[in-house]
């Protein structure tokens, strides 16, 4: 599904242009940022414009070795990889941790944040967009009916049928299936209520990136 998955997000990333606007008038620059999650590098390489090193990392091998072949620049590391894996102690801290689409099948917020912010420099920024529920999810028939939600978007996003089919043939992908089976994202209370008990001083926005909540989150100096 790797491939897949590349094909079609990397299309919507070049032309839904307001997010990597944001990325850049948002995020405050500086020496190390971590991308984790990083899939097959596609924001990794916006990080690298504003940060001096970046470290993309992934479970997913076929994903790591799209980044690599695709996605390579001079102040870029890839490597196969997991959250829970990291630690200061062993791979430093960052100016900035970012995360797209992933905290969700990580762990539950309560394990999963203080362990994401336990990699961020002091006055660096933990930055979280995860997918925000469908409303009929549970109801019969709602993956498929998000998947052709998302198909459509692709299509008036892009204009381009095979990105909508694309889109269609990987939300309906039997890989996809399973995973949005055992993963239930939050809803927008939901999502602002579980990250604010552990991060105080998080905020929030919308609308950012089409289906997506977002929190962030600046660490104190001290």
């Not at 102040?75 to 801290?93: E, H, I, W």
């Not at 689409?101 to 995860?130: Q, R, T, W, Y």
Request: charged share 20%.
């Amino acid at each position: 599904m790797a491939d897949l998955f590349d094909s079609y997000s990397g299309t919507m990333d070049s032309v839904e242009r307001p997010f990597s606007k944001w990325l850049h008038e948002n995020l405050p620059g500086g020496r190390r940022a971590l991308d984790i999650g990083c899939g097959a590098g596609r924001y990794t390489t916006m990080l690298a414009d504003l940060y001096e090193e970046v470290s993309g990392v992934d479970p997913a091998p076929n994903m790591i070795e799209i980044a690599k072949r695709d996605r390579s620049r001079s102040n870029v590391t890839y490597q196969v990889n997991d959250a829970l894996s990291m630690t200061p102690a062993k791979d430093g801290v960052f100016d900035l941790v970012f995360a797209f689409s992933c905290v969700l099948h990580m762990a539950k917020p309560p394990v999963i944040l203080p362990h994401l912010a336990n990699l961020v420099a002091p006055g660096g920024a933990l930055v979280i967009f995860d997918p925000e529920r469908p409303a009929d999810h549970g109801e019969p028939n709602w993956q498929v009916n998000y998947a052709f939600r998302l198909a459509r978007m692709a299509y008036e996003i892009t204009g381009q049928v095979e990105v909508s089919v694309n889109v269609l043939r990987g939300f309906t992908h039997r890989c996809w299936l399973e995973i949005s089976e055992r993963t239930v994202p939050f809803n927008g209370e939901e999502f602002r209520r579980e990250y604010s008990a552990v991060l105080p001083g998080v905020t929030f926005e919308e609308n950012i990136f089409p289906g997506f909540l977002t929190a962030y989150w600046m660490k104190p100096l001290n």
